[in-house]
C-alpha cells in the first residue's frame, strides 16, 4: 500500500504543537513507515507594524494539517487518539486522500526559501475606509477603490477641493479607520 496525504482538523491555534506531538508519538511507537510526513502549511508574510517591517509565517489553513501517511488500522488510532486531533477531512469521517497537484503547490507554496520574496499582507479591501498616515496626503481620509498586492500599492480616492481624486499609496502609507 502506498502513502498518500491526508488532511487533519485540529485545534486552531494549536497546529505546531499538535504536529510536534504526533511526530513524538510515531518515533515513539515506532511507525515511521507508516507516517513518513506531518506538516503545517505557512507562507512568508512581511507587513508593517508599529513603523517596522516584519517578515513572519502565517498559517495557510488555520485549523488544519497535513499529513503523508498509510491508512492501516493502527495508524488511524494513532491519529485517533493524539490529543488536539479532530478528524480526517473527508465524506463521511472517511479518510479522502489529497490530489497530487495540491499536494505539489502546497508543498512548494510552504518550502519557500528566504531568498524568495515575502508576500505583501495588505490589511485593507476594495471599499474599506481609511486613513492616510503618510506623504503629502497625510491625515486625509479615502475610500479604497483598487489593491496590488503583488506591487504593494493601494488606489485610494479622497476628496480634494471637494472633487473626488484617486491616489496611488503604498500599504503601508495607511490605516484602516
Known amino acids: 500500500m502506498s502513502k498518500d496525504w ?9 497546529e505546531e ?38 517578515i513572519s509565517r502565517k498559517k495557510l489553513f488555520p485549523g488544519y494539517i497535513m499529513v503523508n501517511m498509510e491508512i492501516t488500522e493502527e495508524s488511524w488510532f494513532l491519529i485517533k487518539e493524539t490529543p488536539g486531533i479532530g478528524d480526517f477531512v473527508g465524506p463521511h469521517s472517511k ?21 524568495d520574496a515575502p508576500k505583501v499582507k495588505i ?14 496626503f497625510e491625515n486625509f481620509d479615502g475610500i479604497v477603490e483598487e489593491v496590488n498586492p503583488e506591487k504593494g500599492m493601494v488606489k485610494v480616492t479622497v476628496t480634494i477641493f471637494g472633487r473626488p481624486t484617486p491616489v496611488d499609496l503604498e500599504y503601508w502609507q495607511l490605516e484602516k479607520i
Open 6 to 14: 491526508y488532511i487533519l482538523r485540529v485545534h486552531s491555534g494549536q
Open 17 to 54: 504543537q499538535i504536529r510536534d506531538s504526533l511526530k513524538k508519538r510515531v518515533k515513539t511507537l515506532g511507525m515511521d513507515e507508516l507516517v513518513e510526513d506531518v506538516l503545517v502549511p505557512t507562507e512568508r508574510v512581511s507587513e508593517i507594524k508599529g513603523g517596522k517591517k516584519l
Open 95 to 115: 479518510p479522502s486522500p489529497m490530489n497530487p497537484e495540491e499536494v505539489e503547490k502546497l508543498l512548494s507554496q510552504s518550502e519557500e526559501t528566504e531568498d
Open 123 to 136: 490589511g485593507v479591501g476594495k471599499g474599506d475606509p481609511v486613513k492616510i498616515k503618510e506623504g503629502p
